[in-house]
């Protein structure tokens, strides 16, 4: 009569649990598609230090940074309601510019003091970003908070100019030059965002990540809203 009454219980407890499941499968999309506005701040010119330079100064800013306007999206598909994996894209475009004023002063002997000032200036960027990686979401109710980590590659196309100017010494010398430098390498993504459901298959999204990669002057941020497409619900 117990095994019985074991069995009943055991068969009612499995029954529920996979109505349960079924019910969460069902509110979890299996892929979403999200595409909006970006905005990113990028640092296109590193700068120096003067404590381990201690004959550099620096004027105007410490490293070149500029902010840049393009678009983000990112196709996700969902292996269960709390994780997924996640393909994004973005591109930034800007047509101003940025510049990183050095000056190093010296002893070139006695009585004999020489001062070079550097400018670097990088303008027009296009810069692209191609990235995958997985995604963690915790939906509750209409708010859906998510965080990921995304790896993959960026190219970066920048006007880049040097010119230089020295006094003293003897003699005053100037020199300049403008190229426009075309790069791709290693970039990585960490961050996440919200999404707030406006209907059963749509939602309104914001999110924000710090980007990084290979070399220096990789410190970026980025911040993106648009609306996500909650598809095979």
Not at 16 to 31: G, R
Not at 44 to 69: D, K, W
Not at 94 to 120: A, H, L
């Amino acid at each position: 009569m117990i095994r019985h009454i074991l069995c009943a219980v055991v068969f009612l407890m499995s029954n529920i649990l996979a109505c349960e499941v079924a019910a969460l499968a069902q509110d979890t999309p299996k892929a979403e598609i999200f595409a909006g506005f970006s905005y990113g701040n990028y640092e296109l010119i590193p700068g120096e230090s003067a404590s381990t330079l201690p004959s550099v100064t620096i004027s105007g800013n410490p490293s070149g940074r500029l902010s840049v306007f393009g678009w983000n999206g990112s196709v996700a598909a969902n292996m269960n309601r709390w994780f997924g994996l996640a393909t994004d894209f973005s591109g930034y475009y800007s047509g101003s510019s940025t510049s990183v004023t050095t000056t190093e002063t010296f002893t070139c002997g006695p009585g004999c003091t020489q001062t070079i000032t550097y400018v670097q200036t990088a303008s027009s960027p296009k810069i692209h970003n191609f990235l995958f990686g997985p995604q963690f979401s915790y939906p509750s109710g209409r708010i859906r908070p998510f965080g990921h980590f995304l790896v993959g590659g960026n190219h970066m196309n920048v006007t880049r100019s040097e010119s230089s100017s020295s006094s003293g010494g003897g003699g005053i010398g100037i020199t300049s030059g403008t190229s426009t430098v075309g790069s791709s390498g290693f970039a990585m993504a960490a961050g996440g965002g919200v999404d707030y459901s406006i209907k059963e298959n749509l939602a309104w999204r914001i999110e924000s990540d710090y980007l990084t990669g290979e070399g220096v002057g990789q410190d970026h941020v980025r911040v993106s809203t648009g609306l996500v497409w909650k598809l095979g619900k």
